[in-house]
């Protein structure tokens, strides 16, 4: 089991809730998807309407919503956002994402720490998505943060793990847990995430614009679950560089 | 479902036998894995025996041997093991493996074509182990075989799919069903092959040595499914060169 | 010093006569790469011309042709190209290729090992374009191939070493020269295979198809000497698999 | 040409003064490499020797020394240090390194950029050596750096160009030059880091501790010529992801 805080989580899979065709396909694949914790970019929100297509069908799932800062620039953008997403939507757990760049999407380093510096002291359960930056992740656990979400490689790009050298070092450094996020493109890359001992991944695109996303989902369920399988299990001599199962594979669970 | 000669199968993970720490292991890993094909070296197989630790554990299961004949540096070599098999086994279905080189176990393209040729004139069900050559695959489609087996990496490699490029041109060109063997060090690795259309794989050492056998054949048996559905439910865009969604997947199933 | 049948090169770097903008552009880059040995493909070459735009500049710089084979799908073919060309051209050393599927261009093992060993009996030095495949090319050497030709990725798919790992071993068990030809798509994949101990690297249309063939025949100069300087010079661990300072350098030299 | 500052250079090949056998070597190997800029530690320095086996014959090759504050943890240690060099070594140019974590020695992005902004305003040259984050390279810039130092893998890992798809950013974004430090372990990694518009690299251990240092400094100064010639030659379709031709090859030169 995984927690975060003080919630646990029986599935290590989080999805995104943008870019599904309806709000009926995008819960089916929810569902399918065995997921806990659905992310939600605030800026799609509208916190005039009593209902809308997306925060109503999670909160009809019964699960819980992790409301994500995309398109702030700056930590201030973010804090606001923030601010605003806990008493609309009632949560104080928060994916941390400040990119600069409207291009790369890539996430800036300095004002992500800062911001999780205050929101942090703000009462927050941050979770910061980030470079897969060794050392930033340290910095970021240091401030507070109760996982750390580096990134498997640029947005969109579904690379997959083209990180996987440094994702290695922070998975043995880290003692929050490590959340995979971004470009992981396949089931297959959610599995290599889990066999390398990341605690959880993050998928969106890859499911949502998939022909077929309610199967897509069950087929990334299916390869978390069986990725940390094969983690506890231990694989015998796959992995280069930071070996596993050095690590205490119940550290988070 | 996957179809090869006239058998259907609901698993598209084929497994080998040996390496087990014991029958017991061997038997509850089997059946974890769902696998409906076990492969058996045949030189390990003692043909005087009325009961064994391998052949006998895996009819009490009640599944099908695939005879390999491991071992074998040439074509006559392998006929004759084939022979052998066929009569002390009551089954006509063999993967046939040649490698003159006991270091790197690398299949021999020619000595395999030619005994493959004579076995299917003799009535087998010849699966042959060879290199990720579509050239060469054709060919051994050519003669006969009802399956061509193509290697991932170097048997013991544990590298995955380095040979991804060639296996994207096999899969694409080949009629009869594509299983990747050799070089499958990891869950995620079964995965990826069945996401770029292979039809099956084959996994031994991965399981076998593992720390704990039976939850890493529950994982490969996990991500086989869902590198299946992944490719039926049509990954967006991560696949280089080959498109899998250019080939029917329905062609072998 | 590369040896080659009783020839001794200079250059460790062969190059192609194909895709130039003009006999001029071919000149200037054969000139500007350093190289002795120059591809043709015989199906290029009009026989009842006294003087084209492909040999003559070619022997006006008093180099080496090598004809190839280019464009034969099967032994028979080959074999009546390579006598052919022996007669125009009146040279016996051949580059064989023989590729029956005109999409992927890549070498069919079985013809090639059968054209190989006839035209060895004829008298001619045989160096055979194939696939990476370690055991092929310990029998293209035991029937008296003078080299052999595997290929680092497919043809035209600028791809570099992507059969690293098997050329690591056809390099470590060769006792003729190995020579990386295809996929070689930039001076960097041709440092890399002289690095791992490769002798020779065929380029051709990373070259002809730059923007500046000539500066690009420099680069691939220099980057084919560096690379075989470092290998001598002992690369500290850089190498996985094979090292290549196991093998005697001076093996061919 | 390549401008720093208001310094132009030659060689596009920065290299280390660290782990030589002997004074003799490293000055031969200096030579053979053509570099006009090297780095020195340091804490390897003695400030109270008048002559040393470092500086010395660096300063008797009539070349810049760039020193390096490997060693720092913190902003603060790391400006102490480059004002001592300043004074001790008669130079205010810095290659800026901060690194927290003795084991991996991978570099501070907050550290970093606090220490950057304060050692422009006392009128260094600096030069950080950081991760291959895109937006921190651009915040560097900002802050009046006149290079960005970004790694390509792990420091020691000799793995090459690990972070090649976020070097292609920084090199699409960057209006100073970029100069790829760490992990380059083969004249061919060098070579590669051109062909993708690098402006420089920088080279230590692959030198250093060859069984031939002189021979693998000449190799690498191939390697980096060819891999710029090659770049601005117009490589046809190697590059995956940003093109390098998109980029002006004369913007920095």
Known sequence: MLTIANKTFS????IGSGKYSSADVMKSSIRASG???ITLALKRVDFNQPTDDIVTPIKELGLDILPNTSGAKTADEAIYAAR???EALQTHWLKLEIHPDPNYLLPDPIETLKAAEQLVKEGFVVMPYCGADPVLCKRLEEVGCEAVM???SP???NKGLVTRDFLNIIIEQASVPVVVDAGIGAPSHAAEAMEIGADAVLVNTAIATAHDPIAMSNAFRQTVDAGRTAFEAGLSGIVSGT???NRNSSMHA
Chains 1, 2, 3, 4 share one sequence.
């Open 155 to 157: 947005i969109g790009s």
């Open 35 to 37: 997921s806990e914790l």
């Open 243 to 245: 070996a596993p199962n």
């Open 84 to 86: 605003l997403a806990r």
């Open 11 to 14: 599935s290590r899979l989080f």
């Open 150 to 152: 580096p990134l498997g």
